[in-house]
């Protein structure tokens, strides 16, 4: 056999395999095993839903308060941030809250999502994903932020009648 390789035959790397011949996470070769790590698996889905236009944040409102208040003091906020996954062998199954901008059609946030999502975990790290279970926590408002500050609660502390 010749020694040299075709153009596609070089840009064709070889997906390693486990034993039973399927894409996984303990990714066996000849040379070596690879190991991928669930914070990994949720890092890439958390990036990936965010690159989705209409999604405007990521985690429940408990999640999303203590991410400020880490940003407040200069701290970063995590990409797995709304993120749970499972990960076994040869499949990862994955978990998001979201927060949807006003106006958005969720249903076809949520097909753009689980697509994004699917696309990039598979590429990335050799997973079949299974389930991509998406729950909608919120809706964001245009000018939310700016009403969260005095003006808004001095409203809410009126009574609403006179």
Do not use: W
Not at 19 to 37: F, K, Q, Y
Not at 110 to 123: G, Q
């Amino acid at each position: 056999m010749s020694d040299i390789q075709t153009a596609s035959q070089t840009a064709s790397v070889p997906r390693a395999r486990t034993e039973s011949g399927a894409p996984g996470t303990s990714l066996v070769t000849e040379r070596g095993t690879t190991s991928i790590d669930d914070g990994v698996v949720a890092k890439i889905a958390g990036l990936a839903a965010r690159e989705v236009s209409g999604v405007y944040d990521m985690g429940a409102g408990a999640a999303r308060a203590f991410g400020s208040v880490r940003g407040m003091v200069g701290g970063e906020r995590s990409p797995a941030q709304g993120v749970s996954v499972e990960v076994g062998e040869r499949q990862a199954a994955v978990d998001l809250e979201l927060v949807a901008e006003y106006g958005t059609a969720i249903p076809d946030l949520a097909a753009a999502v689980r697509k994004n999502v699917i696309n990039a975990v598979e590429r990335m790290c050799g997973l079949e994903v299974t389930e991509v279970n998406i729950r909608v926590d919120d809706v964001h408002l245009p000018g939310q932020e700016r009403q969260q500050g005095g003006e808004g609660e001095q409203q809410q502390q009126e009574p609403r009648v006179q």
